[in-house]
């Protein structure tokens, strides 16, 4: 159409002297709006390239975590925002997820980058795999980052903060910004070390987003039978302090509960803070996932009754018990008189 334009524009000049320098000025013009008329390709949203790069990339970060111990939501979180999920010029020319630097030791091929200084050194891969072994090698080797192997693998933010804290990146918010990527995406997921886990715990999760129970429609299993022991743990999980909780019913037990949530031997009585071998009561509260370090906003005080314990208020706002005793400056082990103001958020005034 741009053809046949510029074709009735010459025809219509008035031939003058100046004919040839009006159509050889016109035709530079014609051709950028030829190729500014094609389509352009654009990346996907942040959305859909996270959820493809988790895809590529989750059963790698999984075995790194089963070889090294680094939680597979940081190595998966590190990779999307180091390398804008797989696109940046270190991905793509490079094969380098991490922005690993040469350093002294690095004997491999490089390539130069601009970062904080020009024509920086960085480590050039022949697979996007090898980086990502890299990484972890990296990691675990660094006697500076040796700290982070007493983190628990499920601990993501510890992680991340510790990350941040041995200086890992510059950026003064990288830790934040992991556990931001690591939440938006529900990377934590895939730290439990079986992804076909975390698949059923993602269609849990969108059943309870949705509040929709309809297994017709929302969850289907590979094999196409309904998956109702999803929706059934679905209608059960509540939500305090944006941690999952479930009340135990009448004669549960322990390995009921753990097959019901998928849920690893361990985890119960981690994030609850249990004995590994205690036994689950009518009533009882249980945490599936990790607790905070905080109770929600809005709720800064806890007023102690007759038969409060420290661990029955962080059960009650999802506060770590070893946390709520440093909130409020007191010894492990140590209980509250009825009547007492328990700090739920900030470190209890001195006076």
């Avoid at 035709?27 to 389509?39: G, H, L, M, N």
């Avoid at 080797?141 to 993501?156: E, K």
């Avoid at 400056?329 to 001195?350: F, Q, Y």
Wanted: one cysteine or more.
């Amino acid at each position: 159409m741009l053809l046949h334009a510029f074709i009735i524009f010459a025809e219509t000049i008035k031939m003058s002297g100046q004919k040839y320098l009006i159509i050889l000025l016109f035709i530079p013009v014609f051709f950028t709006a030829c190729r500014s008329s094609r389509p352009v390709v654009t990346s996907s949203g942040g959305e859909a390239s996270a959820a493809a790069y988790t895809e590529r990339y989750k059963d790698l970060a999984i075995s790194e975590m089963k070889r090294t111990g680094i939680p597979a939501s940081i190595t998966l979180a590190q990779g999307m925002i180091e390398s804008d999920f797989g696109r940046s010029t270190l991905a793509r020319k490079a094969n380098n997820h991490f922005g690993i630097k040469c350093h002294d030791d690095w004997t491999g091929h490089t390539i130069r980058h601009h970062d904080d200084r020009r024509n920086e050194c960085f480590r050039k891969y022949s697979r996007p795999e090898d980086s990502f072994y890299d990484h972890s090698d990296f990691l675990t080797s660094g006697s500076r980052y040796s700290f982070l192997f007493d983190i628990p693998v499920t601990d993501y933010k510890d992680w991340a903060r510790g990350l941040k804290k041995a200086g890992y990146a510059t950026n003064p918010d990288y830790a934040n910004m992991l556990i931001r990527k690591i939440e938006e995406s529900s990377l934590y997921i895939y730290d439990r070390g079986n992804s076909k886990t975390a698949q059923k715990e993602r269609r849990l999760q969108e059943v309870v987003k949705e509040n929709t129970f309809n297994v017709d429609e929302v969850l289907k299993d590979p094999s196409g039978n309904e998956n109702q022991a999803v929706v059934s743990a679905a209608q059960r999980i509540m939500e305090n302090n944006r941690i999952k909780y479930i009340i135990v019913q009448d004669g549960e037990t322990r390995e009921m509960i753990e097959k019901e949530f998928q849920l690893l031997r361990w985890e119960l009585s981690r994030y609850n803070e249990l004995s590994s071998d205690f036994t689950p009561a009518n009533g009882q509260i249980l945490y599936l996932q990790p607790k905070r370090d905080r109770a929600e906003p809005g709720k800064e005080l806890h007023t102690v009754s007759e038969g409060d314990t420290m661990y029955s208020i962080s059960q009650q706002y999802g506060i770590k018990l070893n946390m709520l005793y440093e909130l409020n400056r007191m010894m492990e082990g140590e209980e509250p008189d009825a009547g007492v103001k328990i700090w739920l958020r900030n470190i209890k005034p001195v006076n």
